[in-house]
């Protein structure tokens, strides 16, 4: 079961980090959540991750006004062949996007 985890920080509110993706999360609730950080797993025994599942996570994020950071593709390539994570990069439909969120450091 994949998890999900909520981390207050003095000046980041929240953040979900969804690191190995292992499963379509459907909608999610994304209130009050500054950043979402996601990636795919590595490693010798890596699961494969759907790209659809990224981009529903992205959307959802967009939509709630928030940071989206995607980390890496892992052990597994958007062609389906397994190779070093550092050949499979970082690119999510043709582009790195890994954006950070606005810190308010006056409050």
């Known amino acids: 079961m994949t998890k999900v985890h909520y981390v207050s920080l003095k000046y980041l509110k929240k953040y979900v980090q969804e690191r190995p993706l292992?499963?379509?999360?459907?909608?999610?609730?994304?209130?009050?959540?500054?950043?979402?950080?996601?990636?795919?797993?590595?490693?010798?025994?890596?699961r494969p991750m759907q790209p659809s599942w990224v981009t529903n996570i992205m959307k959802q994020v967009e939509e709630a006004g928030s940071a989206f950071f995607f980390k890496q593709r892992g052990s597994w390539g958007s062609d389906g062949i397994k190779r070093n994570k550092h050949k499979n990069g970082k690119l999510l439909n043709g582009k790195i996007i890994q954006q950070i969120p606005k810190f308010n450091l006056a409050s």
Do not use: Q, R, Y
């Open 22 to 46: 292992l499963e379509d999360l459907g909608e999610m609730n994304l209130s009050d959540i500054d950043w979402v950080i996601v990636g795919e797993e590595s490693g010798p025994k890596a």
